[in-house]
């Protein structure tokens, strides 16, 4: 499965870059893997019993004018080789290599409470200083954690948050007892 997400993901950055719209294309790759990663439309698209065609009309209906041709292509395609799993994770290695090609990456903080506008740009220039590259910030709100945020880049996890501060805490009382 890896390497069918390679392929259509450097397909798609193919197509970006030969009509050079490889930004106007990341912001809509974006605007997809979002909107169609919600679960309610996940399940949709997964349900074995919705025939391709009521697939399609999703697509017409939801992104026609609004995304690039080959994109939509891209998504009949996913429905017409029955490979409605991988559109996310195609999408999502697409943004991160044309992300990587721009000189720029993505960065998801998750946080106990939703954050004010200041805090955000706060953590977007740590990263964008920590990374030596422009950093794009998406947030997330998870009410389970107790408090505190982490921050998923490049593969990498972040952790400030409570859990984790009472982990560490835990591991050096333990340390300091043997």
Same mark, same amino acid.
């Given at each position: ?5 390679? #392929? ?11 009509? =050079? ?44 004018? =609004?995304?690039?041709? #080959? ?7 996913? !429905?017409?080789? =029955?490979?409605?799993?991988?559109? !996310? ?5 697409? !943004? ?49 954690? !107790? ?13 400030? +948050? ?5 982990? =560490?805490?835990?591991? +050096? ?6």
């Amino acid at each position: 499965m890896a390497g069918l997400k390679e #392929h259509y993901a450097t397909k798609l950055l193919e197509l970006s870059e030969k009509g =050079n719209i490889l930004e106007k294309d990341l912001e809509q790759a974006v605007l997809l893997r979002d909107t169609l990663g919600e679960p309610k439309v996940q399940a949709f698209l997964r349900d074995p019993h919705i025939l391709a065609p009521v697939k399609h009309q999703l697509f017409t209906d939801s992104f026609s004018g =609004n995304i690039s041709e #080959h994109l939509i292509k891209f998504l009949y395609l996913m !429905i017409h080789e =029955n490979q409605e799993s991988l559109i !996310i994770p195609v999408l999502t290695e697409y !943004i991160e290599r044309a992300n990587r090609r721009l000189g720029k990456t993505e960065a998801k903080v998750v946080a106990a409470f939703p954050l004010t506008k200041e805090q955000t740009e706060s953590i977007g220039n740590v990263l964008t200083k920590k990374l030596d590259m422009p950093v794009d910030i998406s947030v997330t709100v998870d009410p389970e954690l !107790i408090g505190g945020f982490y921050v998923l880049v490049d593969g990498h996890i972040f952790d400030g +948050t409570v859990k984790s501060s009472f982990n =560490n805490m835990k591991r +050096t009382l333990k340390e300091r007892k043997l």
